[in-house]
């Protein structure tokens, strides 16, 4: 009997993972870039990540991008706009010098978002401006792969606020249909940050980290397990 409890208790907890590790803990994030030739719909990113404080590691980020110059001309939340999924985190790097962690998330399962006829890595938002926003794969149509991601940007206290200059970083690129002025992506950067504004003047202008509230079933579970754990407490307690 005391091994079915155990083993019932062992799956009761697996829901809630995060009490086995201690130090990671899941966040929503928002980032949004003004676009003023969109108004009032902008660019926006809605997703969630796993952050390690010990080690300032992101994983899991994921979430969806709008795309502002699709949508009804109402502004969010109202906006009805083209909402992409970004679900690949394939990039992740930390800088000290900024007190945090990089981490990007990508539409397909590569980082092949803009083109390489002038060098660079093919994503970066540095290379973006290089490359003037034209996409992966130009001058043939046919091999723009259609790539979108979000570079998000998390301080060694995800909860604190940013500072100007770790927003400067913040970064999008979309370069699927809706997200489209011909050859070029629509993009989202600033002078500060990287040396010039996204393609369709947009800029970074806010990001804000919460805490991610734990599913009601993963309470659930956790409840039934302390249930089991008590059960077995008093199995041991002398009569």
């Known amino acids: 009997m005391k091994k079915h409890l155990i083993a019932a208790l062992a799956l009761s907890l697996a829901g809630f993972a995060p009490l086995a590790h201690a130090s990671t803990t899941t966040y929503e994030v928002l980032t ?4 003023p030739d ?5 660019s926006i990113f809605k997703g969630t990540f796993d952050y390690d404080s010990a080690t300032h590691t992101v994983t899991n980020l994921k979430g969806i991008l709008s795309e502002s110059m699709t949508g009804n001309g109402v502004g969010y939340p109202n906006d009805a706009m083209t909402w992409l999924t970004l679900d690949h985190q394939l990039v992740s790097w930390y800088d000290a010098s900024l007190g945090g962690t990089f981490a990007a998330t990508f539409k397909n399962s590569n980082t092949k ?4 006829g002038l060098g660079g890595d093919g994503w970066s938002p ?7 926003g034209v996409y992966y794969g130009f001058p043939r149509a046919t091999n723009n792969p259609g790539n979108a991601y979000a570079l998000i940007f998390i301080p060694n206290d995800p909860l604190a606020a940013l500072t100007q200059a770790q927003i400067n970083k913040l970064a999008y690129a979309d370069c699927a249909p809706g997200g489209m002025m011909g050859a070029v992506c629509m993009t989202g950067t600033s002078v500060a940050g990287y040396g010039a504004i996204g393609t369709m003047s947009g800029y970074p202008v806010s990001q804000t980290i919460t805490a991610a509230v ?3 079933e993963s309470y659930a579970m956790f409840m039934a397990g302390l249930g089991i754990l008590g059960a ?3 199995r041991r307690r002398p009569a």
């Open 32 to 35: 949004t870039w003004f676009e």
């Open 38 to 42: 969109t108004q009032p719909n902008d």
């Open 113 to 116: 978002t803009f083109w390489t």
């Open 126 to 132: 540095q290379a973006g401006v290089e490359a003037g």
């Open 214 to 216: 734990p599913e009601p």
């Open 232 to 234: 077995i407490a008093r």
